[in-house]
């Protein structure tokens, strides 16, 4: 009996930062780098293209939605996976909008 190797599933990576004191922090290093990489590798996710990340873009305002995650949204496909460190990367809005954003990502099968 064989078994069939396990499907690699392509997978873009986004982060985002709030403030200016941030940028001198670890937010980016922390939301894209070895620990998203070794996730992404124990798990069969093949991160494809450059991280989209919002650097000193509110996610309370929704701003990012105008910025990289908007871009995002509209260069994901269907069947793709979204690496974020925590799900108020996103966004930070409303928990009904926040929620609904979430709802729309992943019926358009990310």
Request: charged share 30%; glycine share 10%.
């Amino acid at each position: 009996m064989s078994i069939a190797p396990q499907t690699i599933k392509k997978s873009r990576i986004y982060g985002r930062f709030s403030s200016k004191p941030q940028e001198k922090g670890d937010s980016y290093r922390r939301q894209t780098g070895d620990e998203v990489k070794a996730y992404a590798a124990r798990n069969n996710l093949e991160i494809i293209g450059e991280p989209y990340f919002d650097e000193g873009v509110s996610g309370k305002a929704g701003l990012n939605l105008e910025k990289e995650f908007g871009r995002y949204l509209n260069e994901a496909q269907a069947g793709e996976a979204l690496l974020v460190e925590i799900t108020d990367r996103i966004g930070r809005q409303n928990p009904i909008l926040l929620c609904k954003l979430l709802y729309d990502t992943v019926h358009k099968g990310i």
